[in-house]
């Protein structure tokens, strides 16, 4: 079946810093990728849609200058958190509709110390 | 933004029960999706309902989509220690690659 492999999965880094979340799809190609936050306890929050060759779709509250979206190929979207600070610790996940449905990536654990 | 509202929050079960949860909104969807997600990782798609009034079976899960569309509600029959994880409905309005909308969850724990 279709798989989105995401990377990497734990990342922990300095207040300021920036970090980068990768998605590819391995054996379709994506189109379209979801970007999701996920605080403890809490659901599955979209942040941004990215489609390749265009600007990413960012929902409302969301800043589309922190969180910047890359969609150059069919195969890999890459969010980068940026001038990370400790309230943007969280479970972030990527997703990539498909011919299945939708698949998800495994989700990254960004902590920022 | 939006939300599923999902009940209940959380369950303790004993083995074998069966369980039921449901998922609730103020809007009409024309897909329902139910996931599980295991700690730290991304959600597993369990059921997916197309059409309203529609009742879909899987292995020892049961999900039906609300006959106005803005409810569904998930079963699971005899439970046992591995359906442990939380469980969320997600609303699709149209198209394969619209985005989900996800409820708030439910956290089953099974007691052996």
């Known amino acids: 079946g279709a798989v989105v492999s995401q990377h990497p999965s734990r990342v922990i880094c300095k207040s300021g810093t920036s970090v980068k979340i990768e998605c590819r799809s391995l054996d379709f190609q994506a189109t379209t990728m979801f970007w999701y936050r996920q605080f403890p306890k809490q659901s599955l929050m979209l942040m941004a849609t990215?489609?390749?060759?265009?600007?990413?779709?960012?929902e409302q509250g969301v800043e589309k200058d922190k969180f910047l979206i890359n969609h150059a190929s069919l195969t890999l979207s890459t969010l980068t958190v940026t001038s990370a600070h400790p309230e943007d610790s969280s479970f972030y996940i990527c997703?990539?509709?498909?011919?299945?449905?939708?698949?998800f990536g495994s989700g990254t654990r960004l902590t920022v110390v | 933004g939006q939300q599923l509202n999902q009940s209940p929050q959380s369950m303790f079960i004993q083995e074998g029960e069966d369980v039921s949860m449901n998922c609730t909104s103020s809007s009409i969807f024309n897909t329902w999706l139910w996931y599980k997600q295991e700690p730290g990782e991304g959600p597993v798609l369990l059921i997916a309902?197309?059409?309203?009034?529609e009742l879909t079976s899987n292995g020892r899960l049961t999900a039906q989509f609300g006959i106005t569309r803005k409810d569904s509600f998930l079963n699971i029959s005899a439970s046992i220690p591995s359906d442990v994880g939380i469980y969320f409905c997600a609303g699709q309005l149209s198209g394969t690659a619209s985005k989900l909308t996800f409820g708030t969850g439910t956290r089953l724990q099974v007691m052996l």
């Open positions: 309902l197309y059409k309203a009034g």
């Open positions: 990215s489609n390749e060759g265009s600007k990413a779709t960012y």
């Open positions: 997703s990539a509709p498909n011919r299945g449905g939708y698949t």
